[in-house]
Each structure stands twice: as C-alpha cells, then as structure tokens.
C-alpha cells in the first residue's frame, strides 16, 4: 500500500484511498500531509510537557493552525508547500524542546532528511500506525474534527481573533492522540471534547465575522452576469474577498463569489462595493464545468479545489492562505497580512468576460440575528401549523451521483416544512424555487459551514421561546450531509450540544469502526440516509 486516506466521504469504496486520492491527492500529498499531522503532534507533546503557555508562542500556534488546515480534504495539493510546513513545524518543535531528548516520544524528536527520507518515515507514521481499529478509529475522529476546528480558527485569526483556551485544547487533543493508555471511553469522552471546542471555535469565528462584516441580512444575490472581465474567489475566507474589493475597485474587474463564498453577500460590509457582481455557478466540485466559461483568474481563499483538467484553466488560478496547488501562483500575506492582488486583476484586465450560465437571484442571509428578527412570525407560524417541521440540512456537497438525493428530498418535503441549511450543501436545492409560508421563505441559508453555528443558535433560542427542556423536543429534523473534515466539527459541535437522531449521508464516514458506529448509533441515534419517500414519512411521523 502506497498511501492510505479515509478522512473525507468520497474516500476509496468506502474505506480508503490507498495508491491515489479520488480528490486527486498524489502518493506524495498524503505522506507528507501525514507528516503534518505527526509533527503537529510532536509539537503539542513538547507543549505540553514543558508547560509552554500557549499564549506566549503565537508564532508556532498559527503554524500549527495553518498546517493542519493546509491536510483538509482538497486544501493544498502542493508538494513543495507541504514539505516546508513540515520543515517549519520541525523548527518550531526543536526550538521549544531545547537539546534534550530524553522524554519524548519519536513525534517530538524526529528529525527530517530530504524529501525521499520525509516520505519514507511518513509511511511509518500515518493512520495505519495505530493497530487497533477502534482506537484508530477515535482517534482519527478526533483529528479530523481539530483539522475542521484549525480551519475556522485559521479565519478568526485573519480578523484578528483568537482564543488561547482553543489552540490549549488542540494540542491537549493531539497529544492525546499519541498516547497509548487512553481508552475507547477516554477517547469517546475527548471526541465530544472536541465538539465542545467545535462550538467555540465556530463561535469565535461568527464572532470575528459579524464583528468586523456585520450581521448577515436577508439579501437577493444576482447568478448571472455582468459585461465587465471578472475574478472568480471561492473558498470561506472573509478578508481575502475584503482586499480583493478593495484593491479591483475602479479597475474595470467584477468581482464574482463561487461555491462558499456565496454568503460574504449576505453581510452588510460587502454591499457597498459596487464591484461585487453576485455569484456564479455552483458547489465546488461543478468547476471543472464552470471556470472555462468564466473566462477570468480564479482566487482560492480554502478548499475546495478540483485539480484542473486543462492547462488553460490551470493558468488562471491562483491560491493563498493555507489552499496550494502545484503550478499555481500562491499569494502570501505581509507581515500586516496584506495580500498584493495586482497580478490577478491584471490577468482578469486581459481576459473576456464570464459567459453567462444562469440568470435571476437567490436569497440567503438567514444567520441567527436576522431569524431571531424574525422569530415571531417564525414562532406564530409554527404555534398556527402553518410550519409543521424544520429540517436541518446543513453541510458539504460532493460529486458522487448518490447526492441527487438531496435534491429530491428537498422537492418532495411536504410544503409545510422548512429547510434550514449552511455549507454547500445548498446548493442541491438553493436554485428550486420552494416557495415560501407566509413570506418565510422554505430554504433559509445561514452562510458558510461554519455558520452551522448559526442554525444551534437558532434551535436553542426556539427551544427556549417555546419552553422546552431538550432541543429534540422541538420539531427540527437533522438531515446532514458530509464531505470534508469541516463536517466532521459541525457533526461533533452538534453532538455536543445534545442533538439526537441526525441522519448523516449520502455515506457513514469510512473512518467510523463497526464498534464506533455502534456507539454512534446507540448513544446519539446517528442513522444514514435510505430511500427519499420512507426518510420523509421517518421523519415526519419523529
Ligand atoms: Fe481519498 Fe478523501 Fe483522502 Fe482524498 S481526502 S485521499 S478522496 S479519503
Ligand atoms: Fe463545502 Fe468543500 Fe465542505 Fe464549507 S467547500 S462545506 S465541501
């Protein structure tokens, strides 16, 4: 076997990607991204053991931080980018560890060789390391939720944010998953942990969000297009769409949102740049049809990134922050993070305006401050029956042809129902026009993944309006779907808060061992998807 990967839904016939990534990973991707995770481990044990405060190594957190977002599911696919994170992280860990070496473990000691050694020893440390497929299993859950936590804390901190309790945990839990005499239980106990942490992670970064952008508000976003050349910014950071307004103001360039970028529409700051053309297209995996007609460059704050299938569409795209492709021009910030867009606007000044793809408006801004403005003609109508169930179906989306279920599902909810969604996952059912139940709409988008936030805070002020002392006594079904590793912290973050019987789809995660699963299921009422119709009559009849 020459790599192994099973941390996203699309992995390998449900269980692994063992000689190349169905995401388009190379070998050499996810060794080194392995490596990644190990060092950071390394770097937590020293951490720990020399009782660093963590508030005195800003430096090594954001490195930590960026590092594990750069092994998200379709972040980073470049090598050279990968190999000199591990070379940071390695610094960093030797600088606070000093000289000795007697106490440590090898993720703590390790030193590195060339780029041939690197991946030797990465085949040694990877996630088949850990024999015991329960543990394994635990254990990998618990990273993949600290990746999807390092993400959004990636972005809090570009607005200036952070939380030193936050990056304490995150390396309590790495460090806990080295150890060999934790439990299932302790680590069934430390996954939950890190959904605890999942819910302030999220909150730090609504917190940075509306902080800096506003709260979002009910808003029309255009999905066609305008006549000026334009730049398409996909992926989930606030900032780098904030500096490439800023900066193509005036320039003759359109700026136009893709996939989760979707939502920087819906907060206040952004509506007066007349730049800000609307979105085109769809969920991330429909590039591969979309930025050919778009015409113009392509800026990537995050994931998710298909590899391009033509060499013309590669030239035109460019990465910063912890998203990396090979080839691709990476745009790094300043020591005041400021980021230089000139070459993208310039390309976008030489390239022909997008082809249009679809016309007309789609409406979001449903984050918590805008529905609990709305909470009493929310709260009349379901006390009227006129809004009989709300199902949450927040989320990724994903290419497999399984997802189509989702859109079905959505068109076939009885029209008494209302879908609360966040993520990309919306966009199997953002474009169906559902109507709405006197004047709420039937699909309220919240934002981004993390704005899954948004949709807890929502079901916890409705469970308190309406007296309840559980939030699944109110009639809110969970529907999730999952992709990456950023789901994994939504799904943990809900656990956390005691949300039952959410179905997970279009697959269980392939990490989850049989004995996992069982506890999933026998604890938290964690089921899959089945046919459209019997999930619909399921859950309507809960
Ligand atoms: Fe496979 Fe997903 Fe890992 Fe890519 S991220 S290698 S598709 S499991
Ligand atoms: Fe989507 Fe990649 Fe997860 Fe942020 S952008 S939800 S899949």
Request: hydrophobic share 40%; aromatic share 10%; charged share 25%.
């Amino acid at each position: 076997m020459s790599m192994f990967c099973f941390q996203c839904q699309e992995t390998a016939k449900g269980t692994g990607c063992t000689v190349r990534g169905v995401c388009g990973k190379t070998e050499e991707v996810a060794k080194l991204q392995d490596l990644i995770v190990y060092a950071s481990k390394g770097i937590a044990e020293v951490v720990i053991k020399t009782k660093t405060e963590v508030g005195k190594i800003k430096e090594v957190n954001e490195a930590v931080i960026t590092a594990l977002f750069a092994t998200i599911t379709n972040a980073n696919f470049d090598e050279s980018a990968l190999e000199s994170q591990i070379r940071q992280l390695i610094a960093h860990r030797d600088k606070l560890r000093g000289k000795s070496e007697e106490g440590y473990s090898n993720a703590a000691t390790f030193s590195l060789g060339d780029r041939a050694d690197m991946l030797k020893f990465a085949e040694e440390v990877g996630v088949l390391r850990t024999e015991n497929e329960d543990v394994r299993s635990l254990r990998e859950m618990i990273i993949y939720g600290l990746k999807g936590m390092a993400a959004y804390l990636h972005h809090a901190e570009n607005i200036g944010y952070k939380d030193e309790e936050i990056t304490a945990f995150i390396y309590e839990a790495l460090f806990a998953t080295l150890n060999d005499s934790l439990t299932a239980d302790d680590l069934v106990a430390l996954t939950l942990k890190t959904g605890e942490y999942g819910v302030k992670a999220m909150a730090l970064l609504d917190s940075a969000n509306t902080g800096k952008y506003g709260n979002p508000e009910i808003t029309s976003v255009s999905i066609g297009v305008r006549k000026n050349p334009g730049i398409l910014i996909s992926g989930h950071d606030l900032t780098d769409l904030e500096q490439l307004l800023e900066q193509s103001r005036g320039t003759g360039v359109d700026i136009y949102t893709h996939g989760e970028m979707l939502p920087a529409h819906y907060y206040p700051f952004f509506k007066k740049y007349d730049n800000l053309a609307g979105n085109y297209g769809g969920s991330w995996w429909k590039q591969v049809d979309e930025f050919e007609p778009f015409g113009g460059p392509v800026l990537f704050t995050t994931n998710c990134i298909v590899p391009p299938r033509s060499e013309k569409v590669r030239s035109r795209i460019f990465t910063t922050g912890a998203a990396g492709f090979p080839g691709c021009p990476h745009i790094k910030a300043d020591e005041n993070g400021k980021k230089d867009f000139s070459a993208i606007i310039k390309m976008a000044q030489a390239s022909s305006p997008p082809t249009e793809i679809e016309s007309g408006n789609i409406v979001g801004g449903f984050a918590h401050n805008q529905v609990f403005a709305l909470a009493d003609k929310v709260v009349d109508a379901v006390k009227s029956g006129a809004i009989k169930k709300f199902f949450v179906m927040a989320g990724c989306d994903g290419r497999m042809k399984s997802r189509e279920y989702y859109t079905e599902f959505a068109k076939n909810l009885p029209s008494d129902t209302v879908i609360l969604t966040a993520g990309c996952a919306k966009y199997r059912y953002n474009k169906l026009n559902l109507g709405d139940i006197g004047g709420i709409p039937r699909v309220l988008d919240a934002g981004q993944c993390n704005d899954s936030y948004s949709l807890a805070l929502i079901a916890l002020k409705l469970k308190e309006v309406f007296g309840f002392d559980d939030v699944n006594e109110l009639p809110i079904a969970y529907n999730i779907s999952w992709y990456e590793q950023k789901a994994v912290i939504v799904l943990l973050a809900l656990l956390y808060l005691g949300v039952k019987n959410i179905h997970l789809g279009p697959t269980l995660p392939g990490f989850l061992s049989p004995n996992v699963a069982k506890v999933l299921v026998e604890t938290f009422g964690i089921a899959g998807i089945g046919e459209v119709d019997d999930d619909i009559k399921l859950f309507m009849n809960k």
